[in-house]
């Protein structure tokens, strides 16, 4: 049973070093969390940071949590989005969401 | 157990004999598998960093809007809003966007009150006077500019101006700082020609985390121009950005799982000739289709293990080791300073098992089904084809 062998083996060893790569990853974050996360949170209190300095191409993906709120027509109306970092962000569901009727009164009708 | 390890030994040894067409399956499978899970790891990664991060947000931003656009906001509402109970201190921020034409980059141009001159993150001190800047380490790389040096900018009455840098932020910190220059309040005003009393938003600060709704509404009623923004919002906001239902993920997420599935299918409707023959030899020597079935799990998740680990694997050391390096053409679109990813590796095990579930289990089941169906059917009449 040689190939069972070689084959249970090499199935350890990646497994292995997945796992040694995971647990070292969850060390890393745990050390990052202790003290990395608390500098960045200072830097985010100090300066009053809202946003990831990720996509730096157009107000709207620098700051998609500051944008106006039809995000894809900023630059005119009916404009494409025409930045990749815009399809990142997931569209609103198409279609209405609420809908308000508003009916006059029997009475008032009639006046 | 040994019967099981000796019918293992014979999937695998059938696998031999379909080296090359077996090895192409698995390259395909865990290529993937790793593209899958390098979009996963990523996006969790960026998506804890933002969650962990941001709870020092401000409780509030209030904008205000004018004819359905962002427009500067007058300081007056701040002391209005100040009065409201449960509100805390009330700043104005006065910040903006600067576009370098030399290097065609955008630069983020912050105001900062003079006091607190030091952050662990930042080599150096903030900006205390008028002249001075301190500036993320994107733009102190396309300045080629470092702490000491002069930083050229041309102001809102095109006048060149230069300042100096005072303060570097480190690298640790590019992915919120990258492409950062941060003036004293005083000067950025001058800069962007933005009068006293007005400023780009106010930001809120609120006792209770319960109050933070109440007030926003109190300051929408009170300034119908106003737009409140609450902390929660700007949480939720990245964690749709990156969630799986985001539409660049979900393009490359759904590519992926559309080219496992004709994989997958190809499996299950391809079953050969060859195979088919084996099946029907198996039997006529006296093997159950139990066995035959064992037979076929056994090959299927050989196939499927090794892939699924071996994807995985790559997909890690490309995310956490590489920076991502695949995948930042996609993200950085017409980013100049795009900051590089020196990613906490923050994995969730859920995503791994879902993946898990998502691949290696209708890989399985495809490879059973059709096996099964032949090895219902009398061996003669298999063998005879």
Not at chain 1, 20 to 39: I, K, M, N, T, Y
Not at chain 2, 138 to 148: D, H, M, N, R, S
Request: charged share 20%.
């Amino acid at each position: 049973m040689i190939r069972v062998r070689i084959f249970i083996g090499f199935l350890v060893l990646l497994m292995s070093a997945q796992f040694v790569l995971l647990v070292g990853g969850h060390q890393e974050s745990l050390q990052v969390d202790r003290a990395g996360v608390a500098a960045k949170r200072e830097l985010v209190k100090t300066l009053g940071l809202t946003d990831l300095a990720l996509w730096t191409e157009a107000r709207y993906s620098r700051h998609p949590s500051q944008a106006d709120l039809f995000t894809s027509f900023q630059d005119y109306p009916g404009s494409f989005d025409h930045f990749p970092a815009g399809s990142i962000i997931a569209p609103n569901p198409t279609g209405l969401s609420t809908t308000l009727r508003v009916r006059k009164s029997a009475g008032r009708g009639r006046k | 157990m040994i019967r099981h390890l000796k019918i293992l030994e014979y999937a695998l040894s059938s696998l031999c004999r379909r080296k090359f067409k077996n090895l192409a399956i698995i390259a395909v499978y865990a290529f993937t598998i790793s593209t899958l899970a390098s979009i996963l790891f990523l996006t969790q990664a960026l998506k804890i960093e933002a969650a962990k991060v941001l709870i020092e947000a401000p409780a509030l931003v209030v904008q205000r809007l004018a004819g359905g656009r962002h427009d500067l906001v007058p300081t007056t509402y701040g002391d209005a809003i100040r009065a409201l109970p449960g509100v805390g201190s009330v700043k104005p921020r006065v910040w903006g966007y600067y576009y370098d034409s030399i290097n065609k980059s955008n630069y983020t141009l912050l105001g900062v009150e003079a006091g607190q001159t030091e952050l662990e993150l930042l080599e150096g001190r903030l900006p205390q006077r008028p002249g001075e800047c301190a500036v993320g380490a994107g733009v102190a790389e396309a300045q080629v500019a470092g702490i000491g040096d002069d930083l050229l900018l041309i102001d809102a009455d095109n006048m060149g101006r230069a300042y100096e840098i005072t303060g570097l932020f480190r690298a640790d910190s590019r992915l919120w700082s990258n492409d950062l220059i941060v003036f004293s309040t005083e000067e950025i005003r001058r800069f962007f020609a933005i009068p006293a009393g007005l400023a780009t938003d106010l930001i809120v600060e609120i006792y209770n985390e319960r109050e933070v709704v109440t007030v926003a509404k109190k300051i929408k009623r009170l300034f119908p121009d106003s737009r409140p923004i609450t902390r929660n919002e700007i949480l939720h906001t990245y964690e749709t950005v990156f969630n799986w239902r985001s539409g660049m993920i979900l393009t490359v997420f759904a590519a992926a799982l559309a080219a496992f599935c004709i994989l997958a299918w190809d499996k299950a409707t391809g079953i050969s000739g060859e195979e088919k023959q084996e099946i029907g030899i198996l039997k006529a020597i006296g093997w159950d289709t139990a066995d035959v079935l064992e037979l076929k799990f056994w090959e299927g998740m050989a196939i499927s293990l090794t892939s699924f680990v071996v994807g995985l694997l790559v997909a890690y050391i490309h995310v956490f080791m590489l920076g991502a390096l695949a995948l930042v053409p996609v993200l950085k679109g017409w980013s100049v300073l795009f900051p590089p990813f020196a990613l906490t590796p923050y994995v969730d095990l859920y995503q791994i098992v879902v993946l898990a579930f998502l691949t290696v289990f209708p890989y399985v089941v495809c490879t059973v089904i059709p096996s099964w169906k032949t090895a219902i059917t009398d061996p003669e009449s298999v063998m005879r084809g």
